[in-house]
Each structure stands twice: as C-alpha cells, then as structure tokens.
C-alpha cells in the first residue's frame, strides 16, 4: 500500500494538483494587490489556471495521455477549446 | 491465472480506452453539456452591467474556504481512485478495497460540505429565486451534486463487487476504469465550477 501512496508519478500529479490550486486561490484574494493586473486579467488567468487543473486531471488521471489519438485528441482538444472560448467571452462581451 | 491477466498492467506506450469504450460516449457528452453551461454562466455575467453587480456581490456572499475544502476532497478521491485501479491490475484486492474505500470517504465529505454551505445560505436567506447569480449558483452546483452522487452509487458497486481475489480479470478491470474515469469527470467539472463560481474576481 505504501509503494502504492509513493508511486512518485501520480502523486507528483495530485501535488502539482494541489500547488495549482492553491496559486489560484492565493491569486483570487491577494492578486489585486498588484497593481500592473487588472480585475479581468486576473479572471483571465484563474480560467487558465483552472483549465490547466482540467488538463492535469484528462491526461494523467483519466489515462488520456495512453488513450487512442482520437480520444486523446477529442478529450483534450475539448479542454483547448473550452478555454478559448471561455477566454473569449472576456472579449466579446 | 497468471498467464490469462498478465495484460492488466499496461506498460506506458501501450495505448488504448479506459473502461467501455461506448461509456466515453456519455462522458464526452457530459464534457461538451458542462462547457456549453460554463459558456452560459459567463454569458449571463457579463451580459449587462446589472447583471455584473448581481454576479459580483453574490460570489463575495459565497465561502471560498468551503469550495477550495470540496477541491481539495474531490483532488484527492481522484488520487485515491488511481491507486485503487492500480492495485486492482496488479491482483491486490485488499489495498484496491481500501483506495476506492478512501474515495469514497472523500467523495462523502464532499457532500456533507456541499449541504452545510447550502443550509447556511437558505439560513441566510440566499435562495434559488433571490437573484440571477443564485439561481445559476445553485442549479449548476445541485447539477453537479447530483454527479457526486452517481459517482457515489457506483464506488459502493466497486467496493461491493470489484475488489474479489480475481480482480485482475480483464473485464473486472475494465469496469473500474469505467467508475474511475467518471469519477475524474466529477472532479473536473467541480474545477471548472469553483474557479467560475468561487475564484472569478
């Protein structure tokens, strides 16, 4: 079981995860105090930032990254996607 | 034995779809229905001034403390359910029993926080019909519960069933990618949620 827990890979994946997360948290509080960054810049990066999580999430843990090209193209195509258009609403509207 | 589920660990350039492949075809679907809904949330945000007051008043109503906690459990159920799917290849049914135990525990926690952060705000009077950002609060979150609980269902199926001395069996296998893919849909689209509902400045 403790080979298991220490498998360096996957829990790299779960503390890089974690790291992540908290960097956006940090930056959702304490990132105004930056005065180069605006408020929708610092949205704009939270997505980012979330949509990295997402692919963390897809390629490692889901086994994309060992799934048939067309899965693993839809799969995280969809998270590519999905970003931009996100990203994209900043600008549109 | 040995012989017949050998292929159940995968060496790392073997390529191939976790689970049943025609599984994919609801996960994908879920996928694409989520994105669309994050679409919409941004859409409904941005769509007047008004409504970007009433969007940014209602997230600084909501506890950050209670979405970066169910983050962090539904992060770390997605761990516990990858060592579970790796101990079930390698034979040890034990120590799979106990991950996909550890998963659920955590999806359960996940649950419990949920239900106390939507008490303390019906407490407070935040209801479905209070404005325009607690009704997409609480419909894309209960959505989103409702998967919690579906995933739920299927890890006491996994505990109840899938963890027996021939867990290596192919099939067997292929039934906890399945559980285990959609449990890592779960936790993807909360990411996307807690960054659009609770992080979004």
């Given amino acids: ?93 | 034995m040995e012989q017949i589920y050998s292929n159940t660990e995968r060496r790392d350039d073997e390529r191939h779809v976790p689970g049943e492949p025609a599984f994919w075809i609801f996960i994908v679907g879920e996928m694409a229905m989520f994105g669309f809904m994050y679409l919409v949330f941004l859409c409904y945000r941005f769509w007047t001034p008004e409504n970007l007051l009433i969007f940014e008043a209602g997230q600084r109503t909501l506890s950050q403390f209670y979405g970066a906690l169910n983050t962090v459990l539904l992060l770390t159920s997605s761990w516990f359910i990858v060592l579970g799917l790796k101990a079930a290849r390698k034979g040890n049914a034990s120590e799979g029993k106990v991950f996909v135990k550890l998963t659920f525990m955590c999806g359960l926690g996940f649950v419990f926080v949920k239900v106390f952060e939507y008490a303390e705000k019906i407490q407070s009077g935040y209801l479905l019909n209070t404005d325009a950002f607690y009704q997409i609060y609480y419909m894309y979150t209960i959505l989103h519960l409702m998967h919690v609980l579906a995933g739920l269902t299927a890890l006491i199926y996994l505990i109840k069933n899938c963890f027996k001395d021939d867990c290596r069996d192919p099939n067997n296998v292929a039934i906890i990618e399945g559980v285990a893919s959609f449990w890592h849909l779960v936790d993807l689209l909360w990411i996307g949620l807690f960054t659009l509902i609770y992080l979004m400045v």
């Fill in chain 1, 1 to 93: 079981m403790k080979s298991l827990i220490l498998d360096r890979n996957i829990m790299m994946v779960w503390l890089a995860l974690l790291a992540v997360s908290s960097v956006a948290w940090l930056l959702s509080n304490f990132g105004m105090v930056f005065e180069s960054i605006n408020g929708t810049h610092l949205s704009q990066l939270l997505v980012v930032l979330g949509y990295l999580k997402i692919w963390m999430v897809v390629h490692y843990f889901m086994e994309i990254k060992h799934a048939p090209r067309y899965l693993q193209l839809f799969c995280e195509g969809w998270v590519v996607l999905s970003c931009i258009s996100v990203l994209s609403i900043f600008y549109i509207l």
